[in-house]
């Protein structure tokens, strides 16, 4: 079992970055694939990008690939996501979550999710 805590959101300007980081407890963190979520105001949570257990592969959605990098270190237990050239859009709550599966895509893929941190872009 893990738990997850994000942390690094804030108030940010369009085209501005920010570094959010997931930092799970338990000795089995490297066991996990993560994945980030984010949920807007009246929407549906959604898939961002996921990485898994050794690092070596990642997988993003269109709308923050060449915007967003994943990363992982396992010594420190901590997933990172560099978000760079913020937009409006990408105001939401960002959620990160372990996923002992195969399947990264679909929040009932993951079984274990932090609480959220808030990421504000401000135009």
């Known amino acids: 079992q893990v738990q997850l805590v994000e942390s690094g959101g804030g108030l940010v300007q369009v085209g501005g970055s920010l570094r959010l980081s997931c930092t799970g407890s338990g000795r089995t963190f490297e066991d996990y694939a993560v994945g980030w979520f984010r949920q807007a105001p009246g929407k549906d949570r959604e898939f961002i990008t996921a990485i898994s257990t050794s690092g070596r592969s990642t997988y993003y959605k269109y709308f923050v690939k060449g915007r967003f990098t994943i990363t992982r270190d396992n010594s420190k237990n901590t997933v990172y996501l560099q978000m760079n050239s913020l937009k409006p859009e990408d105001t939401a709550v960002y959620y990160c979550?372990?996923?002992?599966?195969?399947?990264?895509?679909?929040?009932?893929?993951?079984?274990?999710w932090g609480q959220g941190t808030q990421v504000t872009v401000s135009s």
């Open positions: 979550a372990g996923n002992s599966g195969s399947s990264w895509q679909l929040p009932d893929d993951y079984g274990y």
